[in-house]
Structure formats: structure tokens, C-alpha cells
């Protein structure tokens, strides 16, 4: 079929897609097409049936009850998808939703919906809106990998578009054939089709993917979204722009709904006119977008450009105060629905290039929902007092308009001053600002995009390199040429980040220039351009990659195959085109071939990154020999490619190496890659006693290095049942957790739950230490040089040396509920300090601590005024006195290796029967396997 290989082609070259892929992007985007569509047909319809009932008086307490509803959602939505699978939720969403239309157009058709009912399907539409679209692009986030997103996302977003132009075309046509109610049914039957598609796509595509993919491909949790917008000026700023803009939206929608509702009675009429509307706003808005957005923002530059919305919403409302007619609200209409959607939108992303992207998509959702849903609420609450406590006309609502854009204005106004703050803060990190009126003096404010395309041009490399990793994120045309003329320059760096953000560039096609860059000296440059020329090569890819691995240069051939490796990552498709596992078969062959050794690292380094890019199962047993590698850069190469596999099989021996000075920085990178789910995995390495104690310890600053939740949650577990090195780590972790992000929850009741357990088990071993000193003492009086005796004294000289271990933890626990500065001076006296110092840091203690910890902690902290366990001591702190038994087996239940040894042998020494019970409790109950064969060796001679 020549014509529809014609299209295909024709749609692969201008969308830039790669074969192998289209079927699931086409899927994807008829999925946003007919949920669009869907939403397109069921707002309209149900808008009218709300107003043809209730009136335009009934919509304030609408938004309201939506703007609560929306928030209530989200919480609760962000929840489940913690607990369920995205695809469970997602089929729920679909199903419950298809079930919900049938239902309400059943309850329309029998006229049971009526009164206040009809808020039901009201809010609903609002709701059904966000979360559909949320759940998508959720799932779209998933089955591309971030480099496919960029390509394809745009292509995607089309079926949107398309189906917000469709749907509302449609709507207005139905109504000529069908009653208002039937549309729902329509409308189920077409949002039915989400749900095999979804199920296809999430078999195919998403099922494949292990937690580690998954938690790559989603957007970070960590700090609360609040938190993060209100520690950034810029932030905040954009968040109130959006938040007007909002509040305004609503105040034109509610305008525009009781004008139309007031002069179409008809309710057929009045569904066909906001169908046609709404899908010819989306009309307008592709328009724009296609042909004026660029040429507005580029010549106007953002700051004027934010200045378009709230103009012409303003031009409107003064004309409809003077000419308070129909089409005058649909002027409005049109102008808030079309520029929000491109000029603004345009305008508002580029102002955001000063935020890194990580927190940029840790505030989205929030700022697209909740501070939406606060607008909605707060514009309901406005028209409730206006509308419906005063009794104005709607036209006077255009007052309340004028008046909340000079706001937005005056707030555009320091949002454009911020951004010159933010940017000039994110090109010189190390410059120390302090009053923004000097900012704004020695920085000219010109277009945005002209400053970037300056700092480009004539910036110093590290602000180059900042600002290339900013229009990496943002994709625009308008830096080509800048960016283009940093192929020349001479940092590395600059040139590989050139190289990637030409990548996604399509003004002209580079393929000659790079292509003599693959000879560069630098391997990320030469992989860089590899890939460049693997997606732009207009000739055929195959031969001339062909040519590159064949190569007799190995600098050439090694980055070859590393490039194709990371452009072919997860597509069994084209790396079966290319041959890619018989080229690094190949490879392998050629190396055991090679005699210079300097050439032989180099071509391991590039096996081990191919094989870990590629993800080739098959050739998982090279990683895993050269994990053990003596040479130092194969050995952290071989852990960085294990990692990029982000197969479970490689992170119990890469934590293998995170007591190796020379590879722990590796390890904890390689390891953090992995995402959040690594967390857990972490934590039942360390809880079952897999790895060694070294490597445990230092495993834990990859838990921190999340500085999220569930790595508060891990590490407060860790402190509980484990020895003391890693309670220790433990601890500290949630001390520099707790002050460097305040938002993080570590409950007070725990910390003081946990000092005092620690100041009990402190108490416990003096106990103990009495004991022992009590039985030696009597035993010491028949034979002194017993070996019985001799293990006596080595238990009592460890429990001593634990004291200062459980007064160390007391401390630390102590520093994550006070300040550290005030706490961490005072264990050092208490312990180090001259007998008054003592005193006095007693006394601060005295004064600082809450009535339940002063009781219990500060006989402790006295007790080591006294230079040895003396019965003074026992009686200060009133500790139990214990029987020898009673001593072993409180000591055999504590999670520490050494004192457990300890008590064994001086058990074994004994030579006495009655400690069988408690070598068989051992055998029974504890975890670790060097303990349990060392209580059955004793059993065993007993």
C-alpha cells in the first residue's frame, strides 16, 4: 500500500518519529483525542442543563463547592496512587467514569436530576477534567523514556488539541439530531475506547518496566510543594500571576454563562452554542500558537508578553461596561481562552528557566491544581457576595475584573524584576546579592530570550554551561544559532551540551559539522555527536555506523558503540537493525584479542557502558567479572554501567563497594540512580544483615540523599534493632535531615520515646556491669587466673565501652529535637570537660529539657561524674539488680554482634548447664548466622 507507506513516512519526517515507536504514540495520542472529545461534549451539555435549571445565580456555590472537591481529590488521589498500581486506578478512573455518564443521563432522561442534585454532574465535569488528563500524562510519563518525551510529547499534545476542536464541533451538531441529555451516552460510549487502549498500552509498554524505570520515568516527591514555592521569590511570584489569572478566568466564564443562559432559553441552542464556542476557542488558540506566539514573545520579549492576557481581558471588560451585550462577553471569551493557552503559557515557561527542573516538577501539579482550585473557590466566594448577596448585575462583575488586574499587572511587573534577580543568581552562583535595587541597576531588563542568546554568545563557561542546560529543558528554535556557534568552543563541555540541545533543534540539519566531531578528543562529545547523527543522518544510519564500529581508530569505534547503545536504550527493534549485541560480541572478542593495556581499559569501559546502556541481559555476567575488577577506573566504570541497567541484581554488589574510598562517590551515584524504590532495598540489605556493617553505614547517605518521607520513614526504623554504627549513621542522618528541611515530619514523641528507651537500656547495663562485677568478685576469690574469669573481665570492659555508645545516642537524638549547636557541645563536656564544666552543662540541661526527659535523663548524665560504677551510682539511678541469668539473656536479646560473642564465650568458659535455655534461644531466634553457629559449637561441647 504505497499511500499509506507515503503518509507514514510523511508523518514520521515532520514529527519526528522513529518507526518502531508509532503505533504506541498513535494509541497514545487517539487516547488524549477521544478524552478530550469526551470532556468537549460533557461540559457544554452539562453547563446548559445546569443553567437551563438552576440559573447563572446557581454557579458561584458551583465554583465553591468544585474548588473543595478538587482539593479534597487531590489529596486523597495522591494517596491511592501511592498504594495502588497506575493502571488499576486509571481503569477505575475510565470505568467509574463511563458508569457515572450512563447514570447521569438516565437521571436527566427520567428528570431526576434536578434542584440541587445537578451539582453533582457539575462539579463532577471539573473533576473529571484534571484527572483524566493528570492520569495520562502520568502514563505517557511512563512509557517514553525522558530523551523519547521531548521528541514525541508535542505530537501527543495534537490529539489533544485536536480533540478540543473536535468535541465541541460535534457537540454543537448532535444537538441538532439528539436531545441534550443523550449526549452523555455518546459521550460514555466514546470515553469506553480509553479502556482497551490503556490496557494495551500498559501490556505492552509499561508492565515491563521495574519499580526502578518506573520511578525514573515520574516525577520526584521529596519536599512539600509549598514549602518550595515559598522558598523561592520566583516561584511565588508565578504562582500568584497563575492564581489571577484563574480567579479572573472565572469571573469571564461565569460572565459568559449568564449572558448566554439570559438570551438562550432553548437548551438545545444554548449546549450547541457553548459547544461551538469552546471548540472554536481552541481553534483560535492553535492558531496563535502556531503563528503569532514566537513572533510575540520574540519581539516583545516575556515581560510585555504576560502583559497581552490581562490587556485585552481589560479592554473587554470596559467595553462590555459601555456595551453590554452577547458579543462582547465572547470577546472576552476569546481572548482569556486563547492567549492564556499560548502567548501566557509561552511567556510564563520561559521566565521559569532560573528553576531547576527538579523543583519545577515537584510544584506543577500543585500549582495546575490546588492553586486553580483556590482561585475557583475564591471566585465563588467573590460572586456569592456580589451576585448573590448584593444583587448586582453580572455586567458590574467587569469592576471587580478591572480591579484584580491591576494587581495581576502590578504583580507582572515584579515577576519580570524577580526574573532578572533569579537569573542573574543562576548565571553567577557565587555572587553574593543582597539588595535587588543594585540587580536591577547593573542588569539591563531586555527580552528573556535576548539575554539568554547574549549569555550564550558572550557569557564565561560556567555560565554557558548553566544556561545550555536551561534551554535543554525549554526546546526553542530561537537559540538555534547561539547554540549552533558553541560547536566551536573550546570547553568540552560546552560543546557536548551544544551538541544535546541541537539534538532536539530542527532549524537546519548539522550532520556535516558534528559529523567531524566525532573525532574530538573528549568521549561525551563524541558520543554526543554519534547520536546526533544516528537521529538527523538523512542518508543510510545503518552503513555509516557501519563504518564508524568498523573503524580501525578505537577512540572512534569505542564511542560509536557507546552512542548507539544510549540512542538504542530499550528498543529491541533498532538494536536489532543495527546488530548491536554482535557488535559488542565483537568487541569482547577484539579485546581478549588486544595485548596493549591502555587500549584494553579503554575498550572495557566503552563494553561495560554499551552493555549497561543497552540493558543486554546476556552479557550481565562482564559487568558482574569487572565489579570485581582490581583496575580502579574499569571497576567504577563497570559500577556506573551496572547502575544505568537499573537491574536489582547489581545493588547488593555495588554496595559491596561503598567502603572502598576510591568508589564510594560512584557507588552512591550509581545507587541514587536507581530512584526511590532503592530505598527499600537498602533497607532489607541492611535489616537482614546481607552486607557488611562498613558498607551498611555508608549506605545510609543514600537514603538521605532522597531528603524525602519515606527516607525519614527507613531511617527511623534503622534505629531501632541494629547495631550500633548504623544507629548511629541512622541517627545523624535524621539530625541533618531534620534542620536542613524543617518540612520533613520526625514526630517529637518518637525522639523522646527513643531517648527514653536509650536512657533504660543505659540503666540496664549499669545493672548488668554490677552483676558481673558482684559474680567476678566471688569467683576472683578462688582462682584469679581462670580463663572463666579472664572473659568476665573482657564482657565487663565492652558493657563500660557501650555506656559511652548509649550516651552517645542519647546525644544525638537529643540534637535532632534541640538545635545541634546547643547539644553536641555539651556531650563533649560531660564527658571530656573539667569537673565544673560539667556541672554547668548539667545545668543547661537541667533548664533546657521537658519534664519527662529531665527526669529520666539527667540522673544518666550525672551518673558519669562518677569515675567508676560504684554502688553509689546504682543506687542514684535506682537500677535493678539482676541475676546472672537474667544478665545473659537481656545481653543475648540485643542487637549487638560483639557483646553477644562476648557473653557466648564467657558461657563456653562457665562450663555450667543451666545456660542450655539460653543457647537454644539463640539457635531459635536470632538472625545472625556467625551467632547461631557459635551457640550450637557450644551446645555441641556441653
Not at 229 to 236: C, G, P, R, T, V
Not at 282 to 290: E, F, G, K, P, R
Not at 295 to 309: A, D, H, N, Q, Y
Request: glycine residues 4%; hydrophobic residues 45%; neutral net charge.
Amino acid at each position: 500500500m504505497p499511500i499509506v507507506d507515503t503518509i507514514k513516512s510523511y508523518i514520521l519526517k515532520i514529527f519526528d518519529l522513529k518507526e518502531e515507536e508509532l503505533t504506541k504514540t498513535l494509541l497514545l495520542q487517539l487516547n488524549i483525542f477521544i478524552i478530550i472529545t469526551t470532556l468537549l461534549i460533557i461540559k457544554p451539555t452539562v453547563n446548559s442543563l445546569f443553567l437551563s435549571e438552576l440559573t447563572s445565580d446557581a454557579l458561584p456555590l458551583g465554583y465553591v463547592l468544585t474548588a473543595i472537591l478538587a482539593i479534597i481529590g487531590y489529596h486523597f488521589y495522591d494517596k491511592a496512587l501511592e498504594k495502588y498500581a497506575l493502571n488499576i486506578i486509571i481503569d477505575r478512573t475510565i470505568i467509574g467514569s463511563v458508569l457515572s455518564l450512563i447514570l447521569f443521563a438516565a437521571a436527566f432522561n427520567f428528570n431526576l436530576a434536578n434542584g440541587f442534585l445537578l451539582y453533582i454532574p457539575y462539579v463532577w465535569v471539573a473533576i473529571f477534567g484534571l484527572l483524566t488528563a493528570s492520569q495520562f500524562w502520568i502514563l505517557a510519563n511512563l512509557v517514553y523514556n525522558v530523551r523519547e518525551a521531548k521528541r514525541v510529547f508535542g505530537f501527543i499534545g495534537a490529539g489533544a488539541i485536536a480533540g478540543g476542536i473536535f468535541g465541541g464541533y460535534l457537540t454543537s451538531l448532535l444537538t441538532n439530531f439528539l436531545e441534550t441529555e443523550d449526549l452523555l451516552f455518546v459521550a460514555a460510549l466514546l470515553l469506553a475506547g480509553c479502556i482497551p487502549i490503556t490496557r494495551y498500552i500498559w501490556k505492552h509498554e509499561v508492565i515491563k518496566l521495574n519499580p526502578y524505570q518506573v520511578s525514573l520515568r515520574t516525577n520526584p516527591k521529596g519536599e512539600s510543594p509549598i514549602k518550595l514555592i515559598k522558598q523561592s521569590k520566583l516561584l511565588s511570584f508565578i504562582a500568584v500571576v497563575i492564581g489571577i489569572s484563574v480567579l479572573i478566568a472565572k469571573l469571564v466564564d461565569y460572565q459568559y454563562s449568564d449572558y448566554a443562559s439570559k438570551l438562550i432559553s432553548d437548551q438545545e441552542e444554548l449546549t450547541s452554542f457553548f459547544g461551538f464556542w469552546f471548540s472554536t476557542l481552541s481553534v483560535i488558540s492553535l492558531l496563535i500558537q502556531l503563528f503569532l506566539t514566537k513572533r510575540i514573545v520574540g519581539t516583545f520579549g516575556v515581560g510585555k508578553s504576560l502583559l497581552w492576557l490581562p490587556s485585552g481581558i481589560l479592554i473587554g471588560s470596559v467595553l462590555l461596561l459601555i456595551i453590554p451585550q452577547l458579543w462582547v462577553v465572547v470577546f472576552i471569551k476569546i481572548v482569556d481562552g486563547s492567549l492564556k493557552q499560548s502567548v501566557n503559557k509561552a511567556a510564563t515557561e520561559l521566565l521559569s528557566i532560573p528553576i531547576p527542573i527538579e523543583i519545577k516538577k515537584k510544584t506543577k501539579t500543585f500549582t495546575d491544581v490546588v492553586i486553580d482550585s483556590i482561585a475557583t473557590g475564591l471566585a465563588g466566594l467573590i460572586l456569592i457576595f456580589f451576585i448573590n448577596g448584593l444583587d448586582i448585575s453580572s455586567t458590574y462583575i467587569s469592576l471587580i475584573i478591572i480591579v484584580l488586574i491591576s494587581f495581576w499587572l502590578y504583580f507582572i511587573y515584579h515577576l519580570r524584576l524577580e526574573y532578572i534577580v533569579a537569573f542573574k543568581g543562576f548565571l553567577d552562583e557565587k555572587s553574593q546579592v543582597k539588595k535587588e535595587k543594585n540587580v536591577k541597576e547593573e542588569i539591563k531588563v531586555t527580552s528573556i530570550v535576548d539575554t539568554v542568546k547574549r549569555v550564550l554568545n558572550t557569557g564565561n563557561e560556567n555560565q554557558i554551561v548553566h544556561m545550555l542546560q536551561k534551554t535543554l529543558e525549554v526546546k526553542d528554535e530561537r537559540f538555534f544559532l547561539p547554540i549552533k556557534n558553541l560547536l566551536n568552543h573550546q570547553s568540552s563541555k560546552v560543546k557536548f551540551l551544544a551538541i544535546e540541545n541541537l539534538y532536539f533543534l530542527r532549524t537546519e540539519n548539522l550532520c556535516d559539522t558534528i559529523g567531524k566531531m566525532v573525532y574530538e578528543d573528549n568521549q561525551e562529545v563524541t558520543t554526543s555527536a554519534f547520536r546526533y547523527l544516528l537521529k538527523h543522518n538523512k542518508n543510510n544510519t545503518v552503513d555509516l555506523f557501519k563504518k564508524y564500529l568498523d573503524s580501525s581508530d578505537r577512540t572512534i569505534k569505542n564511542a560509536a558503540l557507546i552512542g548507539l547503545s544510549q540512542e538504542l536504550r530499550n528498543n529491541i527493534i533498532l538494536q536489532n537493525k543495527f546488530s548491536l549485541e554482535q557488535h559488542i560480541e565483537n568487541a569482547l572478542i577484539e579485546y581478549n584479542k588486544t595485548s596493549d593495556e591502555n587500549e584494553k581499559k579503554h575498550s572495557m569501559e566503552a563494553i561495560l557502558q554499551a552493555i549497561g546502556h543497552a540493558r543486554f541481559e546476556r552479557y550481565y555476567n562482564v559487568l558482574k567479572v569487572e565489579l570485581n575488577s582490581k583496575n580502579l577506573e574499569i571497576l567504577n566504570k563497570a559500577i556506573y554501567s551496572a547502575s544505568k541497567t537499573l537491574d536489582s541484581q547489581f545493588i547488593k554488589p555495588i554496595v559491596s563497594h561503598l567502603s572502598g574510598k576510591e568508589t564510594r562517590k560512584q557507588s552512591i551515584e550509581a545507587l541514587y540512580f536507581y530512584g526511590e524504590p532503592i530505598i527499600d532495598a537498602i533497607y532489607d540489605l541492611i535489616k537482614n544483615e546481607t552486607i557488611d556493617q562498613e558498607d551498611a553505614t555508608i549506605a545510609l547517605a543514600v537514603i538521605e540523599k532522597f531528603a524525602s518521607q519515606k527516607a525519614v520513614s527507613k531511617l527511623i526504623k534503622l534505629t531501632e534493632k541494629t547495631e550500633h554504627n548504623i544507629k548511629i549513621e541512622a541517627i545523624e542522618a535524621l539530625k541533618r535531615l531534620k534542620w536542613k528541611h524543617p518540612d520533613l515530619i520526625i514526630k517529637d514523641r518518637f525522639i523522646v520515646d527513643k531517648i527514653l528507651d536509650e536512657c533504660h537500656l543505659y540503666q540496664n547495663t549499669l545493672s548488668v556491669i554490677h552483676t558481673q562485677i558482684v559474680i567476678q568478685y566471688k569467683k576472683k576469690s578462688l582462682n584469679s587466673e581462670t580463663q572463666e574469669n579472664q572473659a568476665r573481665k573482657a564482657l565487663i570492659n565492652l558493657l563500660e565501652q557501650r555506656l559511652d555508645r548509649q550516651l552517645q545516642r542519647i546525644f544525638q537524638f537529643l540534637g535532632i529535637k534541640y538545635p545541634p549547636q546547643d547539644v553536641d557541645p555539651i556531650f563533649n563536656i560531660i564527658l571530656n570537660g573539667k569537673e565544673e564544666q560539667r556541672l554547668h552543662a548539667i545545668e543547661f540541661l537541667d533548664n533546657i529539657l521537658d519534664k519527662q526527659l529531665k527526669k529520666e535523663l539527667i540522673p544518666v548524665a550525672e551518673s558519669v561524674l562518677y569515675e567508676t560504677n560504684t554502688e553509689e551510682k546504682i543506687k542514684k539511678l535506682n537500677v535493678k539488680i539482676m541475676s546472672e541469668t537474667e544478665c545473659y539473656n537481656e545481653l543475648l536479646k540485643r542487637k549487638d554482634s560483639k557483646l553477644k560473642l562476648a557473653v557466648l564465650y564467657l558461657i563456653e568458659q562457665s562450663k555450667n548447664p543451666q545456660f542450655n535455655p539460653l543457647l537454644e534461644m539463640v539457635i531459635q531466634s536470632d538472625s545472625n548466622e556467625k551467632i547461631i553457629q557459635r551457640a550450637k559449637e557450644i551446645m555441641a561441647i556441653s
